[in-house]
């Protein structure tokens, strides 16, 4: 294995550029996003299995502006919880992909063998986040495993020890508190169009609507999928995903420190999430400690954005430091570059073959070769 630490900004050329984290280096223009467009989306069911196609998705019914909803309740009754122990990578957007490969691939006029996709970067919407959002993150590091396969990086989280640690010896509050956000789809989605919220129902965050991206940062081509937690009911909104809505919640604020602290960590998260898939409107309920949601807030992402100034630049490093061409067989598939960041640092990465991070599974890569 080898162990690098990545060149600072200032390095010469002949080193990996880009990976200090510093925020004060990404305060400069915003490389072209180039407007997100929808290529697909698949669901996965209360079991977790994958179906190509919208059954998940659910319709936002705005609540009453103070609608006292109960967060807590069905919390020890009617809640099945996701096991987070089971690392899942990108298998699910894997499986979108072999499904509509004709929507992904190198049209036959550029000549090129079957796996070529015409997408530079795979990955979850989630990770992407994480990457726009690190030059102003000072609590939570990260890792992410990069693989060259074809033409395509693809980009999988591996968690942290810290945040395996974390995940494991959560409080009970804490527990409760991850099941409010939930709670609060609950009694803010209907299954369909006309119908009206169920929060008698069991909360199963297995369930799951994804909406598959396409789009353009710089001269990158991005594809990937993050969970919607609803859209607009009305049938004539515009196409997805401008008719998608983020629910959020989050404490009251009451007072200036912590609107300042909303603002500089909470709502800084949520532009980035709703940012890079084109999600317009986020819906935030203001609970109180008690989890009563006493007022609803939409926010507009693009105005959240004159609030906030982010910078893209961070997306670039992968593609910077990995070589153009990948290695020679054992297949490429199985070589991962894996990239650490901690607050305060700069990112390293490391590079291993064959080893507990390589990601890509055995089914993905036989299929795309055939
Ligand atoms: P809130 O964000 O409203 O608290 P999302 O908002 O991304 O749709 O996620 C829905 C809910 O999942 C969140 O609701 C939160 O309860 C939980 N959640 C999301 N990301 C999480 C994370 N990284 N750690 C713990 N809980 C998380
Ligand atoms: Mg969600
Ligand atoms: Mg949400």
Redesign the pocket.
């Known amino acids: 294995e080898r162990h690098k630490r990545a060149g600072l900004v200032s390095a010469p050329p002949s080193t990996p550029r880009g990976l200090s984290a510093l925020a004060a280096l990404y305060e400069r223009d915003f490389p072209v996003y180039r407007q997100p467009v929808e290529v697909g989306c698949f669901s996965l069911d209360a079991r977790r299995t994958f179906f190509n196609d919208a059954r998940q998705l659910r319709y936002y019914v705005e609540p009453r502006r103070r609608p006292e909803l109960n967060l807590r309740d069905g919390y020890r009754d009617r809640y099945l919880r996701r096991d987070e122990a089971v690392k899942e990578n990108l298998d699910h957007m894997l499986t979108w992909i072999l499904a509509n490969r004709t929507k992904v691939q190198k049209g036959p006029a550029a000549g090129s063998s079957s796996l070529e996709l015409d997408v530079d970067i795979i990955t979850w919407r989630g990770h992407l986040t994480k990457l726009l959002t690190t030059p102003y993150e000072t609590q939570e590091g990260w890792q992410l495993a990069v693989t060259k396969f074809g033409s395509t990086l693809y980009i999988s989280e591996v968690e942290t020890e810290a945040a395996r640690q974390s995940r494991e010896s959560r409080t009970e509050r804490h527990k409760e508190?991850?099941?409010?956000?939930?709670k609060?789809?609950q009694y803010t989605c209907a299954d369909d169009a006309g119908s009206r919220p169920d929060a008698s129902g069991v909360v199963n965050?297995n369930e799951a609507f994804c909406t598959v991206i396409q789009t353009r940062l710089g001269t990158h081509k991005l594809l990937f999928s993050g969970?919607v937690?609803c859209r607009d009911p009305d049938p004539s909104a515009p196409p997805p995903p401008s008719c998608y809505i983020?629910?959020?919640?989050?404490a009251e604020i009451c007072t200036s420190k912590q609107h300042r602290n909303f603002l500089r960590y909470k709502l800084l998260k949520w532009w980035a999430?709703s940012f890079l898939p084109g999600v317009p409107r986020i819906v935030a309920g203001f609970r109180d400690n008690d989890g009563i949601v006493v007022s609803v807030e939409t926010y507009y992402t693009l105005k959240i954005s004159q609030l906030i100034k982010v910078c893209a630049q961070n997306l670039h490093f992968p593609t910077n430091v990995i070589p153009p061409h990948p290695p020679p067989p054992p297949p490429p598939p199985r070589v991962v570059y894996l990239f650490s960041w901690e607050p305060n640092m700069d990112v390293t990465y490391t590079v291993h073959r064959n080893s507990r991070y390589t990601f890509l599974p055995d089914w993905y890569v036989r299929q795309m070769m055939s």
Do not use: A, C, R
Not at 177 to 182: L, N, S
Not at 246 to 250: M, N
């Open positions: 508190m991850m099941y409010w956000g939930y609060f789809e965050t969970e937690d983020e629910l959020k919640t989050s999430q």
